[in-house]
């Protein structure tokens, strides 16, 4: 029971979370397409782009992963040590404090201190937390799913130079698949965080495609 008490709040593919996800990727293998010169490049060169594109959001696809799940194991850890430190306050008020610094912000301000204090005493009727926070099967899911958005979304950008022999119009079609997914990603984010989604995707549009210029002009 106390188990499953001490769960990540990361959902599995959160939209708002997420959104970051696939602009990364994109933003990864844009500056691999945008580098290419069409004018002179041969099957030898795009084959050496879409390996490099590839490779690259597959090393950051895992790194990504990794990333998520030392978030999950953080979060669960840190909710054990509020968990325990709750059970044992002998003061009701340290306890119903260090329970509304647990939660959000929102709830806390509206929560009065007898429902703090029933908190705390069903927080006392559980049994004794794990020694350690572990992952679960939705943490590793959640991983696999920020890996698989971040490496597929290199595909539909790089698609038209694997069936085109022509750079010149694969590069633009390239361009074109990579402004919708911008968009849409914008358009997402907009929706999920109520702005205007139009709006928001002109913007990621935009946005994208200034870190693309700034990440090639880095070197990266």
């Avoid at 599995?12 to 959104?19: A, F, G, H, Q």
């Avoid at 020694?131 to 920020?146: N, Q």
Wanted: charged fraction near 20%.
């Amino acid at each position: 029971m106390a188990d499953e008490t001490i769960k990540s709040s990361k959902r599995v593919l959160d939209p708002i979370d997420r959104v970051s996800e696939v602009l990364f990727g994109l933003i990864m293998v844009l500056t691999f397409t945008g580098s290419l010169s069409v004018a002179e490049a041969g099957r030898d060169d795009v084959r050496t782009m879409l390996i490099g594109a590839l490779g690259c959001n597959l090393a950051w696809g895992i790194i990504d992963a990794v990333l998520y799940l030392m978030g999950c194991l953080a979060e669960k850890g840190k909710a054990i040590l509020t968990f325990r430190a709750v059970r044992k306050a002998t003061d009701p008020h340290q306890a119903q404090r260090l329970i509304g610094d647990a939660l959000p912000s929102m709830v806390a301000s509206i929560l009065e201190p007898a429902e703090l204090e029933r908190i705390y005493q069903r927080l006392k009727q559980l049994p004794e937390p794990p020694e350690r926070a572990h992952l679960s099967k939705d943490d590793w899911l959640g991983a696999m799913g920020v890996f698989l958005l971040v490496f597929l979304s290199t595909f539909p950008v790089v698609i038209p130079f694997i069936f085109m022999q022509n750079a010149v119009p694969a590069l633009r079609i390239s361009n074109t698949i990579a402004i919708v997914m911008l968009f849409l990603t914008g358009y997402v984010f907009g929706r999920m965080t109520g702005r205007r989604p139009w709006l928001v995707g002109i913007a990621m549009v935009i946005l994208g495609s200034a870190l693309v210029g700034m990440t090639m002009a880095l070197g990266g």
